[in-house]
């Protein structure tokens, strides 16, 4: 909890990856700047745990009452990785068909159903 | 009883694992049979669950982590009714849509029953944790299962369209509830759902829980497809096979308003329970308007699985407009409503598939037609006591104009089941797209049984002997934020509750007139669009749809926009009033 600068970089990641994502004319570029968004929140996470002149909450062979980080958030962040992997692969995954059967990643291009 | 409470979540997930690990050594019969035997165990252990959560709070530290003076390090699964009784559903609806795939999806691979099982036990994870990380952690196990399975026909192009829209939208919803969560972290540093509460209880709410809430809920409601979320919906579920369209709009869609509810009435009841009426009633417009989109946008669809999303879509804002009621009649009703219409939707989606394995014959007819009645909810079917109990929680508030504007909604989706059900089914016109899925069959009576047996139970669910009181008991409990709080932290046992008895909820005059009168108005509003069809299209209906559509455009950015624009608008509103 230092600055405020962190908080204002991950809103603004996250801005700007919604951005892309409403924006994007190609299924990998739209993928990557959804990854764009999830960043912020890692961002977000970690410095939500930070504390000035923490170490890192590894405790073995350390004194007693040593300041560290909120090792909680590192684990949030952990898992968040996994979760949003797993999309992106999917994500990815069916850009490929996409490309595969239609000759195409515009999502625009893509659509068999409206309205 | 602890020990058996992970179980509906374990069983399944563990079934998936092992059927992924021996993907190549066994043959198909072998997964099949895991899979059952998994779902089906899972099926048990979550009615001893939800029996055993009728009388206490029954909770499960992993790992033995027990909370000390009121902090909580461990994760826990904390039950009560409703959580279990949604499991329930999940477990069971799960297990239907199992039995049903075996001969109709020829091709089903490996994967998909691992898919299914996967989600079956991230649903019920949902419902069971007492844990806001957790929580987020299950809707993106189920929002995974849930893409993979729309995209299973990836041979199909509408079904890549629907599994990319599903993906993006819910992706971003995912990271609205994480940011809420990373925020409100960084207020309570606790993720406990009962702890959270208790730090914020008794505080002056200030923007920062503002935003969190704003975040979290909308993340909710992009899974719960509420306007201006709904957008993929319709694109994703017309495409899935029938039998995942069954788990979709039985348990997945309701997934997310399970959500909403729970962080409201153990989370943001403490700082915002003074103005609760500012949150409740911005669901509850919410709530109409999207019962309204999609009881219209129902009528102009010629895709009979996009129908039946539509209808879905309205049926979500009735529940929607009962949670945001707040009252334990009006969480009640929206209970009864997910119960009645997910197993009579399940039942329409399952008689859509019939249509895949030959042509409509005179009992498909006759189940289409009553599962199209049970949604609308003549008095005591369908989902009448749904309706009932919400019209009872609206007249308490003194908000009248509820009960008319969510029977018409209701009434115009069952309008435009009956007429297509004239249409395809009786024959009387061929201009109707079946939405028939290439290669799928399997023996009729078998896939026809399942899908009577789902039209009947979501028919009977209104007539249950002492159904309805249990489950508005069950509200109660939900509501009941400080004495989750403390069966929770401090392991209180509940008190004794009065015993309930075993009989049907009469329900008022109003909801009986309104009852009748919707099906009188579906059935005239149907047989008008089937005799002068070209009018009706023209003249009456798509001159009002006719800009809902232009905004379902199917292109993913239209729809991410559309999430951004009504978080920040419900954040701006909730930013201005809830000071």
Same mark, same amino acid.
């Given at each position: 909890?230092?600055?405020?600068?962190?908080?204002?970089?991950?809103?603004?990641?996250?801005?700007?990856?919604?951005?892309?994502?409403?924006?994007?004319?190609?299924?990998?570029?739209?993928?990557?700047?959804?990854?764009?968004?999830?960043?912020?929140?890692?961002?977000?996470?970690?410095?939500?745990?930070?504390?000035?002149?923490?170490? @890192?909450?590894?405790?073995?062979?350390?004194?007693?009452?040593?300041?560290?980080?909120?090792?909680?958030?590192?684990?949030?962040?952990?898992?968040?990785?996994?979760?949003?992997?797993?999309?992106?692969?999917?994500?990815?995954?069916?850009?490929?068909?996409?490309?595969?059967?239609?000759?195409?990643?515009?999502?625009?291009?893509?659509?068999?159903?409206?309205? | 009883?602890?020990?058996?409470?992970?179980?509906?979540?374990?069983?399944?997930?563990?079934?998936?694992?092992?059927?992924?690990?021996?993907?190549?050594?066994? @043959?198909?019969?072998?997964?099949?049979?895991?899979?059952?035997?998994?779902?089906?165990?899972?099926?048990?252990?979550?009615?001893?669950?939800?029996?055993?959560?009728?009388?206490?709070?029954?909770?499960?530290?992993?790992?033995?982590?027990?909370?000390?003076?009121?902090?909580?390090?461990?994760?826990?699964?904390?039950?009560?009714?409703?959580?279990?009784?949604?499991?329930?559903?999940?477990?069971?609806?799960?297990?239907?849509?199992?039995?049903?795939?075996?001969?109709?999806?020829? =091709?089903?691979?490996?994967?998909?029953?691992?898919?299914?099982?996967?989600?079956?036990?991230?649903?019920?994870?949902?419902?069971?944790?007492?844990?806001?990380?957790?929580?987020?952690?299950?809707?993106?196990?189920?929002?995974?299962?849930?893409?993979?399975?729309?995209?299973?026909?990836?041979?199909?192009?509408?079904?890549?369209?629907?599994?990319?829209?599903?993906?993006?939208?819910?992706?971003?919803?995912?990271?609205?509830?994480?940011?809420?969560? =990373?925020?409100?972290?960084?207020?309570?540093?606790?993720?406990?759902?009962?702890?959270?509460?208790?730090?914020?209880?008794?505080?002056?709410?200030?923007?920062?829980?503002?935003?969190?809430?704003?975040?979290?809920?909308?993340?909710?409601?992009?899974?719960?497809?509420?306007?201006?979320?709904?957008?993929?919906?319709?694109?994703?579920?017309?495409?899935?096979?029938?039998?995942?369209?069954?788990?979709?709009?039985?348990?997945?869609?309701?997934?997310?308003?399970?959500?909403?509810?729970?962080?409201?009435?153990?989370?943001?009841?403490?700082?915002?329970?003074?103005?609760?009426?500012?949150?409740?009633?911005?669901?509850?417009?919410?709530?109409?308007?999207?019962?309204?989109?999609?009881?219209?946008?129902?009528?102009?669809?010629?895709?009979?699985?996009?129908?039946?999303?539509?209808?879905?879509?309205?049926?979500?804002?009735?529940?929607?407009?009962?949670?945001?009621?707040?009252?334990?009649?009006?969480?009640?009703?929206?209970?009864?409503?997910?119960?009645?219409?997910?197993?009579?939707?399940?039942?329409?989606?399952?008689?859509?598939?019939?249509?895949?394995?030959?042509?409509?014959?005179?009992?498909? =007819?006759?189940?289409?037609?009553?599962?199209?009645?049970?949604?609308?909810?003549?008095?005591?079917?369908?989902?009448?006591?749904?309706?009932?109990?919400?019209?009872?929680?609206?007249?308490?508030?003194?908000?009248?104009?509820?009960?008319?504007?969510?029977?018409?909604?209701?009434?115009?989706?069952?309008?435009?089941?009956?007429?297509?059900?004239?249409?395809?089914?009786?024959?009387?016109?061929?201009?109707?797209?079946?939405?028939?899925?290439?290669?799928?069959?399997?023996?009729?009576?078998?896939?026809?049984?399942?899908?009577?047996?789902?039209?009947?139970?979501?028919?009977?669910?209104?007539?249950?002997?002492?159904?309805?009181?249990?489950?508005?008991?069950?509200?109660?409990?939900?509501?009941?934020?400080?004495?989750?709080?403390?069966?929770?932290?401090?392991?209180?046992?509940?008190?004794?509750?009065?015993?309930?008895?075993?009989?049907?909820? @009469?329900?008022?005059?109003?909801?009986?007139?309104?009852?009748?009168?919707?099906?009188?108005?579906?059935?005239?509003?149907?047989?008008?669009?089937?005799?002068?069809?070209?009018?009706?299209?023209?003249?009456?209906?798509?001159?009002?749809?006719? @800009?809902?559509?232009?905004?379902?455009?199917?292109?993913?950015?239209?729809?991410?926009?559309?999430?951004?624009?009504?978080?920040?608008?419900?954040?701006?509103?909730?930013?201005?009033?809830?000071?």
């Amino acid at each position: 909890m230092t600055s405020v600068l962190p908080y204002l970089v991950a809103g603004w990641i996250c801005v700007i990856g919604l951005y892309g994502i409403v924006t994007s004319r190609h299924l990998i570029h739209l993928a990557l700047c959804l990854t764009v968004t999830q960043s912020s929140t890692y961002i977000l996470l970690l410095s939500i745990g930070y504390v000035n002149g923490g170490g @890192p909450p590894i405790f073995k062979g350390v004194k007693l009452g040593t300041t560290a980080v909120d090792p909680v958030v590192q684990s949030l962040t952990l898992t968040d990785i996994v979760v949003s992997l797993t999309v992106l692969a999917l994500i990815l995954a069916l850009a490929l068909d996409v490309h595969d059967e239609l000759d195409t990643m515009d999502p625009d291009k893509i659509v068999e159903l409206q309205g | 009883m602890s020990w058996a409470l992970p179980l509906p979540v374990v069983l399944p997930l563990l079934a998936a694992a092992l059927n992924t690990a021996l993907d190549h050594v066994t @043959p198909r019969w072998a997964h099949v049979a895991v899979t059952l035997a998994a779902v089906t165990t899972a099926l048990v252990f979550s009615v001893l669950v939800l029996l055993h959560s009728l009388s206490a709070e029954p909770l499960h530290w992993f790992g033995g982590w027990q909370p000390r003076s009121g902090i909580a390090i461990g994760i826990t699964f904390a039950v009560d009714p409703l959580g279990a009784g949604f499991a329930v559903l999940a477990c069971a609806l799960t297990l239907l849509a199992l039995l049903y795939s075996i001969p109709y999806i020829e =091709a089903a691979t490996r994967n998909y029953d691992v898919l299914v099982s996967a989600l079956c036990g991230a649903c019920c994870g949902l419902a069971l944790s007492g844990d806001l990380f957790n929580m987020f952690v299950w809707l993106e196990l189920a929002g995974v299962c849930g893409y993979a399975l729309t995209g299973f026909d990836i041979r199909n192009r509408g079904a890549l369209q629907g599994a990319i829209n599903f993906a993006v939208v819910n992706t971003v919803g995912g990271y609205f509830v994480l940011i809420g969560i =990373a925020l409100l972290y960084a207020r309570t540093g606790a993720l406990n759902l009962a702890q959270i509460g208790r730090a914020l209880a008794g505080q002056q709410p200030g923007g920062l829980e503002i935003v969190a809430m704003t975040l979290i809920v909308c993340g909710f409601l992009c899974k719960a497809a509420v306007v201006p979320f709904h957008f993929w919906l319709a694109d994703a579920y017309a495409v899935a096979p029938a039998p995942v369209c069954l788990i979709f709009a039985g348990i997945v869609t309701d997934i997310g308003l399970f959500g909403v509810g729970r962080v409201w009435f153990t989370v943001f009841d403490a700082p915002f329970g003074a103005q609760q009426r500012l949150f409740g009633d911005a669901l509850l417009w919410m709530g109409i308007v999207t019962a309204l989109v999609g009881g219209t946008m129902a009528l102009v669809q010629q895709h009979l699985k996009r129908l039946l999303s539509f209808s879905v879509v309205c049926h979500i804002g009735i529940m929607l407009v009962g949670l945001g009621l707040l009252s334990s009649k009006g969480v009640a009703g929206a209970a009864m409503m997910l119960l009645g219409h997910g197993v009579t939707t399940g039942g329409l989606f399952l008689a859509a598939g019939l249509l895949a394995v030959r042509e409509p014959a005179r009992w498909t =007819a006759a189940l289409w037609f009553a599962g199209a009645v049970a949604l609308i909810g003549p008095p005591y079917v369908g989902v009448y006591m749904g309706h009932a109990l919400i019209d009872d929680a609206a007249v308490e508030l003194g908000r009248h104009w509820v009960q008319p504007l969510i029977w018409l909604a209701g009434a115009l989706a069952g309008a435009a089941m009956l007429r297509a059900g004239a249409q395809v089914f009786l024959g009387l016109a061929d201009d109707y797209e079946h939405g028939i899925e290439e290669g799928r069959g399997g023996p009729l009576p078998y896939l026809g049984a399942i899908a009577a047996l789902l039209v009947t139970l979501g028919a009977a669910v209104s007539v249950v002997p002492g159904l309805t009181q249990r489950v508005v008991r069950g509200a109660d409990r939900f509501r009941d934020r400080a004495g989750y709080a403390d069966r929770v932290l401090h392991g209180i046992p509940m008190k004794e509750g009065a015993h309930l008895p075993v009989v049907v909820q @009469p329900t008022s005059t109003a909801s009986l007139v309104y009852g009748s009168a919707a099906l009188v108005f579906a059935i005239a509003l149907a047989a008008f669009a089937v005799h002068r069809r070209d009018t009706a299209r023209a003249r009456v209906f798509e001159p009002v749809t006719w @800009p809902l559509q232009q905004l379902q455009t199917g292109v993913v950015g239209d729809y991410v926009m559309w999430v951004v624009v009504g978080t920040a608008v419900l954040g701006g509103v909730w930013a201005l009033t809830l000071r």
